[in-house]
């Protein structure tokens, strides 16, 4: 489905603003249907539709690539500043399966955007219908009563417990189970609320909201700028309770030291340089992980970078990227499998990407992780873990509920 089928009516303007104009980007997003794509306090933040697509299926990447491209909005005309970002720009969050479940793009009316200590404004529309203006404070969550989805704990752990067997008998090398809860809030959620704190929280991470899902990833499946690609891929994971003594540089060295964790970040590594090698005149691929700390968890990290021989988007990249061992498996079609005989759910747009392009093609997709489905008062966290032939089930039931204290503390609910 698409709205605003034709833009040509519109007037699209980008201006530069002073900094000190809007110091804080988040401080000023309505509280309806807010867009956003924070890191270390810049990116983008949007609100009003010019123009919206939903789309589901497997061919959902490129008919939203040529829905983006239908919309005639040229890079000759639309550049703004000339910096990536600025101009008009999609931001879209997308079904993880080739089921029905729509993936959505959303143009907005608004964009501001902050790259580099520079800040613009791009508005399509009449200009004076715009108004950037502090809004008034999001309330927290109310109330919040989050229990069982799906499946129970033991229902999942006795899933993982078949996953380890089929891998044991050499049906698939790795999957990745996810869990997902389901909550109540007292009263509508403000999303703002859960952005600002999972922004302040997670600087490292890619704050994001689409279509009433939210969360905070530190997974970044595709950036394009100009021929330059980027890849950050996280698997393995470790963590320690608050108050337990164990240091930061202990957590670490048990994560890095792990043959289990080294392995299920080495299918994850490589699954995403042969998925991106096709298009790249030059790949570097570290040959060890780095670890990525996070207040709730600690990864194994792998930055893949390279320069494209071609001129393909970055959604269609993150198309072709998608999904990886990650947050799917390998091989990829067995985990697929396995995964819907398993999980007992559909996962919506819980680890698809999601982010932002351009009108040049330029962009950032990460995977959507930590996150929450909002639905006024009604919540659906997820998480999921990566499961190896050497993976414990109640040592995966534990990372998943160190996962989901991302969201449940943004829901101030640390229990």
């Given at each position: 489905?698409?709205?605003?089928?034709?833009?040509?009516?519109?007037?699209v303007r980008t201006v530069e603003l002073a900094a000190a104009t809007v110091p804080d980007l988040m401080a000023v997003l309505p509280p309806t249907a807010p867009l956003a794509w924070i890191q270390h306090g810049e990116g983008l933040v949007g609100w009003g539709e010019a123009a919206r697509f939903?789309?589901?299926?497997?061919?959902?990447?490129?008919?939203?690539?040529?829905?983006?491209?239908?919309?005639?909005?040229?890079?000759?005309?639309?550049?703004?500043?000339?910096?990536?970002?600025?101009?008009?720009?999609?931001?879209?969050?997308?079904?993880?399966?080739?089921?029905?479940?729509?993936?959505?793009?959303?143009?907005?009316?608004?964009?501001?955007?902050?790259?580099?200590?520079?800040?613009?404004?791009?508005?399509?529309?009449?200009?004076?219908?715009?108004?950037?203006?502090?809004?008034?404070?999001?309330?927290?969550?109310?109330?919040?009563?989050?229990?069982?989805?799906?499946?129970?704990?033991?229902?999942?752990?006795?899933?993982?417990?078949?996953?380890?067997?089929?891998?044991?008998?050499?049906?698939?090398?790795?999957?990745?189970?996810?869990?997902?809860?389901?909550?109540?809030?007292?009263?509508?959620?403000?999303?703002?609320?859960?952005?600002?704190?999972?922004?302040?929280?997670?600087?490292?991470?890619?704050?994001?909201?689409?279509?009433?899902?939210?969360?905070?990833?530190?997974?970044?499946?595709?950036?394009?700028?100009?021929?330059?690609?980027?890849?950050?891929?996280?698997?393995?994971?470790?963590?320690?309770?608050?108050?337990?003594?164990?240091?930061?540089?202990?957590?670490?060295?048990?994560?890095?030291?792990?043959?289990?964790?080294?392995?299920?970040?080495?299918?994850?590594?490589?699954?995403?340089?042969?998925?991106?090698?096709?298009?790249?005149?030059?790949?570097?691929?570290?040959?060890?992980?780095?670890?990525?700390?996070?207040?709730?968890?600690?990864?194994?990290?792998?930055?893949?970078?390279?320069?494209?021989?071609?001129?393909?988007?970055?959604?269609?990249?993150?198309?072709?990227?998608?999904?990886?061992?990650?947050?799917?498996?390998?091989?990829?079609?067995?985990?697929?499998?396995?995964?819907?005989?398993?999980?007992?759910?559909?996962?919506?747009?819980?680890?698809?990407?999601?982010?932002?392009?351009?009108?040049?093609?330029?962009?950032?997709?990460?995977?959507?992780?930590?996150?929450?489905?909002?639905?006024?008062?009604?919540?659906?966290?997820?998480?999921?873990?990566?499961?190896?032939?050497?993976?414990?089930?109640?040592?995966?039931?534990?990372?998943?509920?160190?996962?989901?204290?991302?969201?449940?503390?943004?829901?101030?609910?640390?229990?």
């Amino acid at each position: 489905m698409s709205t605003a089928a034709s833009l040509e009516s519109l007037t699209v303007r980008t201006v530069e603003l002073a900094a000190a104009t809007v110091p804080d980007l988040m401080a000023v997003l309505p509280p309806t249907a807010p867009l956003a794509w924070i890191q270390h306090g810049e990116g983008l933040v949007g609100w009003g539709e010019a123009a919206r697509f939903t789309v589901s299926g497997p061919d959902r990447f490129q008919r939203a690539v040529a829905w983006w491209q239908s919309l005639g909005l040229s890079p000759e005309l639309h550049a703004g500043l000339g910096i990536p970002g600025s101009g008009p720009v999609v931001f879209g969050s997308f079904a993880f399966a080739d089921s029905p479940t729509p993936s959505v793009l959303v143009l907005p009316r608004v964009l501001l955007g902050r790259r580099s200590g520079r800040t613009w404004l791009t508005t399509i529309g009449e200009p004076d219908e715009v108004m950037i203006a502090p809004t008034p404070l999001p309330r927290p969550p109310a109330d919040v009563v989050i229990g069982e989805g799906a499946l129970s704990e033991d229902a999942w752990a006795a899933a993982v417990t078949i996953a380890v067997t089929r891998i044991r008998n050499g049906d698939l090398s790795k999957v990745v189970l996810a869990r997902d809860l389901l909550g109540r809030a007292r009263e509508p959620v403000d999303v703002r609320y859960l952005v600002r704190d999972l922004a302040d929280r997670f600087p490292e991470c890619f704050t994001f909201s689409v279509a009433g899902l939210v969360g905070a990833t530190p997974e970044l499946l595709i950036a394009r700028e100009g021929r330059r690609v980027s890849s950050r891929v996280l698997a393995g994971t470790a963590w320690h309770a608050e108050g337990d003594g164990v240091t930061d540089a202990a957590v670490a060295a048990r994560l890095t030291g792990s043959d289990k964790d080294r392995e299920e970040h080495d299918y994850a590594a490589r699954s995403a340089a042969e998925l991106l090698r096709p298009f790249c005149s030059r790949l570097s691929v570290p040959d060890e992980p780095t670890v990525m700390a996070l207040p709730n968890v600690t990864h194994l990290a792998t930055e893949v970078t390279g320069t494209l021989h071609t001129e393909i988007p970055a959604l269609e990249l993150a198309g072709r990227l998608h999904p990886t061992a990650a947050v799917c498996g390998t091989p990829t079609a067995a985990a697929e499998r396995l995964i819907a005989d398993l999980e007992g759910m559909d996962r919506g747009r819980y680890a698809g990407p999601v982010g932002w392009m351009d009108v040049h093609g330029d962009g950032e997709w990460g995977i959507a992780l930590r996150c929450a489905q909002v639905d006024g008062a009604r919540l659906r966290l997820f998480a999921g873990c990566g499961i190896v032939a050497g993976s414990d089930p109640s040592v995966e039931l534990a990372e998943a509920e160190a996962k989901f204290l991302a969201m449940r503390r943004a829901l101030r609910q640390d229990d």
